[in-house]
């Protein structure tokens, strides 16, 4: 049994622009495009874009710093007076030309109210029209929590729309590797090869279905467990959020914030029970699980699912495929955080995943093998 673990580093090597600073300069160039701020335009007043452009220069480069940012924000926020008081009323004033907004800042663009009014998230826009300044009424601590919220969901679902309209749809038509299914130890004819892909996209079925096809057999259809991007109006099922809550002593999260995490978010969505059916086969596999960890970073903001997966079955075997000697090293330092140094000399390989013996991923240059190896 032989399980394909893909990470965003699949999608990077096949020339993708997945990163999240390649969506925030799309963004930045959408500002360019059209310098009058329009309330109605969702990529101006989105405060989560606002920020992550404004402190990008602090952030790593990978989605785990975005995860670990979108943690350091809301922790920000939790500590706030408007989230710790019973009654906290107040109004949210900013301008859309305010190019220096981010969520450490967040207090100063509050002033009171004068009165209030009914909400039923506990916040409520004011003066929508309002083609100057964004005006928020915050009832309720909880209205803060469920804005932010609100607003990273339009964020991922506006990150949805350029991955379909500005990546996928721009795809080439062939990889400028080969998938070696053979040199991994997948047999011709297998019928127990399962895909588990931490990214958005199919970028895998889309290079190598006819592989797949006339090599082995995918016996289930891929899970997706952070969702897959679909061309819905509305809908969005993507997960982006952050890591558990488990590991904060001595401060304590709010339980509203629990949103946030991406595990809620597995089952808010809908993408855990594909999740958890690959999870039963796999516990009950006769057959020795192999699983194959592609272009994942192995942080801790995946570490909860990532332990449990690879640890569901005693009789496991981890191979993890890495790029340069630079990732070798952290990814050796992450899988020992995750699994434990005995477990880690007991089931994990490292490979370097370009090498055309053992590698997965093999230039087309470099191939010796045959078509179907």
Same mark, same amino acid.
């Given at each position: ?84 008081? +019973?009654?906290?009323?107040? &109004?949210? $004033?900013? *301008? %859309?030309? /305010?190019?220096?907004?981010? #969520? @450490? ?84 004819? +297998?019928?127990?090869?399962? &895909?588990? $892909?931490? *990214? %958005?996209? /199919?970028?895998?079925?889309? #290079? @190598? ?165």
């Amino acid at each position: 049994m032989n399980i394909l673990i893909l990470g965003n580093g699949f999608d990077l090597a096949h020339g993708l622009k997945t990163k999240y600073s390649d969506f925030l300069n799309y963004c930045c160039n959408q500002f360019h495009k059209f310098p009058t701020y329009k309330p109605t335009d969702k990529y101006y007043n989105n405060l989560w874009i606002r920020h992550f452009i404004n402190v990008q220069q602090k952030m790593g480069d990978t989605w785990i710093d975005l995860e670990k940012e979108i943690f350091k924000v809301i922790q920000h926020i939790s500590q706030l007076p408007i989230i710790n008081s +019973s009654n906290y009323q107040r &109004i949210f $004033n900013m *301008n %859309y030309d /305010d190019g220096i907004f981010n #969520f @450490y800042n967040f207090t100063k663009y509050l002033i009171e109210p004068m009165g209030s009014t009914s909400a039923e998230k506990g916040y409520l826009k004011c003066d929508p029209y309002n083609e100057i300044q964004l005006k928020l009424y915050f009832k309720t601590p909880r209205g803060v929590v469920n804005f932010l919220y609100d607003q990273l969901r339009e964020f991922t679902k506006l990150f949805e729309n350029y991955l379909i309209n500005e990546v996928l749809n721009h795809i080439e038509s062939e990889s400028k590797y080969k998938l070696s299914l053979k040199s991994i130890g997948v047999t011709e004819g +297998s019928k127990d090869v399962h &895909i588990l $892909n931490f *990214n %958005y996209t /199919d970028t895998c079925e889309r #290079f @190598y279905k006819a592989k797949f096809s006339g090599y082995c057999d995918i016996n289930i259809k891929p899970v997706y467990v952070h969702g897959k991007v679909e061309n819905n109006n509305n809908e969005c099922n993507l997960i982006l959020g952050t890591q558990s809550f488990d590991k904060l002593p001595p401060y304590t999260m709010p339980m509203d914030f629990n949103v946030f995490k991406k595990h809620n978010q597995r089952h808010k969505y809908g993408t855990i029970e594909p999740y958890q059916d690959l999870l039963r086969r796999i516990k009950k596999s006769k057959s020795m699980p192999v699983f194959h960890v592609i272009g994942h970073s192995l942080d801790n903001t995946d570490e909860n699912i990532l332990k449990h997966i690879l640890l569901i079955n005693s009789n496991s075997k981890i191979n993890i495929y890495y790029h340069n000697e630079e990732t070798q090293e952290r990814l050796m330092n992450k899988i020992n955080d995750i699994i434990g140094e005995e477990e880690v000399m007991e089931k994990v390989m490292f490979t370097y995943q370009h090498d055309p013996k053992r590698g997965i991923l093999i230039p087309q240059e470099e191939l010796t093998f045959t078509t179907n190896s």
